[in-house]
């Protein structure tokens, strides 16, 4: 029992690791713009520079680029959290970092950033 123990453990730090490799984490940088599409859910943050980030859509590598980060506040798990974090954060006019963790595909069929976490920096 202790080794199939062990083994679950490995798996999950192995697995932990493959997903955090394919992202990156931003410097601390102002919200410029912040805004959901009323129709679909799909949100987005406008941070300034542009972001380079890789990922495999469809079996194959695709870069997307974009100055503004995306994601769906409807259909995400803690989409509505991030946004109103988001929004705080922007009319605090204070900084965020997030980890952008690959590409979303828009309604307009352009691929974007994406992440999977933020972090809010205290005045």
């Known amino acids: 029992m202790k080794n199939l123990i062990n083994i679950v453990f490995f798996m999950m730090m192995?697995?932990?690791g493959q997903v955090q490799a394919t992202g990156y984490d931003t410097d601390y940088l102002e919200i410029q713009q912040i805004g959901c599409h009323q129709?679909?859910?799909?949100?987005w943050?406008?941070?300034g520079p542009t972001y380079d980030s890789i990922d495999t859509?469809?079996?194959?590598d695709v870069t997307c680029s974009s100055p503004d980060v995306r994601w769906n506040s409807l259909k995400t798990t803690n989409g509505r959290a991030?946004?109103?974090?988001?929004?705080?954060?922007w009319i605090a006019k204070q900084r965020v970092s997030l980890y952008i963790s690959g590409?979303?595909?828009?309604?307009?069929?352009n691929l974007r950033s994406t992440f999977g976490w933020i972090n809010l920096k205290a005045p």
Do not use: P
Request: aromatic share 10%; net charge negative; glycine share 10%.
């Open 14 to 16: 192995f697995v932990a």
């Open 39 to 43: 129709y679909n859910g799909e949100c």
């Open 45 to 47: 943050v406008l941070l």
């Open 57 to 60: 859509i469809n079996g194959e």
């Open 82 to 89: 991030m946004l109103a974090m988001l929004m705080s954060t």
């Open 103 to 109: 590409c979303y595909r828009a309604d307009d069929g």
